[in-house]
């Protein structure tokens, strides 16, 4: 059953909708299976790089059209502006919060100040947050994940498949979030050989400065990890990983991509036979399974964590290349299993 405290919307309502939204980013899709019965549900604003990055934001989306599917109801996906403030972050969630959508899902850490303001103005709402763990409210879920342990297996993939005994880190922007890839792909490649090389580079300082979302900067960086002998490259970088696949796939070298399976995204459907593997977190279920509480009327709230134990961080196996490597797949299923009893303690930072 829909939550007692939601709002049902008339048409005029959504019309209002619209102009709200259009002064903050604007909706890039409003699905409408379900306008008969005047019923609204899941909404999620994008991260920076937006819908069609390959990655993060479109697995909040698919998570998003599997709710809209199976609950036939109303959703809303809405695009992040050039320069946006806190502020003009908040405003769009309150604009979908107000306007009936529940849960309202901010993707991505930078949500953070807004998830916790709108959260205070619709205490009947539930509101999540993707990669952050900081807001803490009785009507807010915070999604993170293990990423680290997903990192650590994708170094072990690096160092059993790498020739020239030297692999690549490249990282969107310098945040402890993206520290976490990093700490993860290390060990894991350092445990596995010792021998084996890590060039590690960060793209920007800031996301502002388009770590996640310029393709050009991921390309020069891999090619430059290239240059210095670089034959496996991972990429946590959001839509600048698109360019690290690039750089692969023209150089000859692997590249493991991230938090979706980018070996199967359409987008990247000419550079695939370069994608060894990708170090996937599940935010597709995450977002899913937010909506699900909300519509079982038992939201979820507080850290609510995906890691290898419950499956939601994982390696993609598409790759027949990398599925039918006996002795890669062997080292990766002893790694796993040595993280989730414990034995293997993965770094975080």
């Known amino acids: 059953m829909r939550r007692i405290s939601r709002i049902t919307v008339a048409g005029a309502a ?23 019965k005047g019923d609204k549900g899941l909404a999620i604003a994008y991260d920076v790089g937006g819908k069609g990055d390959q990655s993060f934001n479109d697995a909040a989306y698919a998570g998003l059209e599997q709710a809209e599917k199976e609950f036939g109801y109303k959703t809303a996906d809405v695009e992040p502006t050039e320069g946006e403030t806190d502020a003009d972050k908040e405003q769009r969630l309150v604009s979908l919060a107000k306007q ?58 690096a160092a059993k498949a790498t020739k020239s005994k030297t692999v690549g880190f490249v990282g969107g922007v310098d945040i402890p979030l993206i520290h976490k890839f990093r700490a993860g792909f290390e060990q894991g490649v350092k445990d596995t050989d010792p021998k084996v090389k890590v060039i590690s580079q960060f793209l920007t ?83 899913y399974n937010l909506a699900k509480s909300v519509e079982d009327g038992k939201p979820e709230t507080g850290i609510v964590r995906g890691d290898l134990k419950t499956g939601e961080v994982s390696l993609s196996n598409s790759n027949p290349k990398f599925a039918d490597d006996a002795e890669l797949q062997e080292a990766i299923a002893k790694a796993k299993e040595k993280i989730v009893n414990g034995e293997i303690k993965v770094k975080s930072s």
């Not at 991921?218 to 210095?228: C, D, L, N, S, V």
């Not at 034959?231 to 150089?251: C, K, M, P, R, T």
């Open 100 to 157: 009936g959508y529940n849960p309202v899902i901010g993707v991505g850490y930078a949500y953070a100040a807004a998830v916790k303001g709108a959260a205070e103005k619709f205490p009947d709402t539930t509101f999540g947050i993707v990669d952050d763990a900081t807001v803490k409210a009785d009507n807010v879920a915070d999604l993170v994940f293990s990423e680290e342990e997903a990192s650590y297996l994708a170094g072990v993939a």
């Open 14 to 36: 959504t019309a209002s909708l619209a102009l709200a939204l259009s002064a903050c980013g604007g909706t890039s899709t409003e699905s409408s299976s379900s306008e008969a």
């Open 205 to 287: 300082q800031t996301a502002e400065e388009g770590g996640f979302s310029s393709p050009d900067k991921g390309k020069t960086a891999a090619e430059g990890q290239i240059e210095k002998k670089a034959d496996v490259v991972y990429a946590a970088a959001g839509l600048s990983g698109q360019g690290v696949i690039e750089a692969a796939a023209a150089n000859k070298v692997w590249a493991i991509g991230v938090d979706s399976d980018q070996y199967k995204q359409e987008a990247l459907a000419k550079y695939k036979d370069a994608i060894l593997t990708s170090a996937m977190k599940d935010v597709a279920k995450a977002v």
